[in-house]
Nanobody, 123 residues
């Protein structure tokens, strides 16, 4: 099994920045991902990174504002968020899988999830 623990959430005003971290117990061979889920909404993929950190993908809604990173020595996954907007308000989760990922922004692809960290952006 892989254990994931998120941290770094909080409340900020629009235009502010936050950095989320996810500590994982061991690396997997494939992708790690950040998802978010707002109340009443489906869980959506935010950003993903491959095992070596060379391939990164982002949801259109966060491109240019969010940056995903991975430190394989410290076993941490990061999400730097700038220019936050009220619509970024959600619970943010990190996730990974020991299987090959066919569709990175489909939540059902991942079997390991953290407990989530709340991000609230006020206008």
């Amino acid at each position: 099994d892989v254990q994931l623990v998120e941290s770094g959430g909080g409340s900020v005003q629009a235009g502010g920045s936050l950095r989320l971290s996810c500590t994982f117990s061991r690396s997997t061979s494939y992708y790690m991902v950040w998802f978010r889920q707002a109340p009443g909404a489906q869980r959506e993929g935010v950003a993903t990174i491959d095992s070596g950190g060379g391939v990164r993908r982002y949801a259109d809604s966060v491109k240019g504002r969010f940056t995903i990173s991975k430190d394989n020595v410290k076993n941490t996954l990061g999400l730097q968020m700038h220019n936050l907007k009220p619509e970024d308000t959600a619970m943010y989760y990190c996730a990974t899988s020991r299987r090959y990922i066919f569709n990175w922004n489909r939540a059902s692809e991942y079997e390991y999830w953290g407990q989530g960290t709340q991000v609230t952006v006020s206008s």
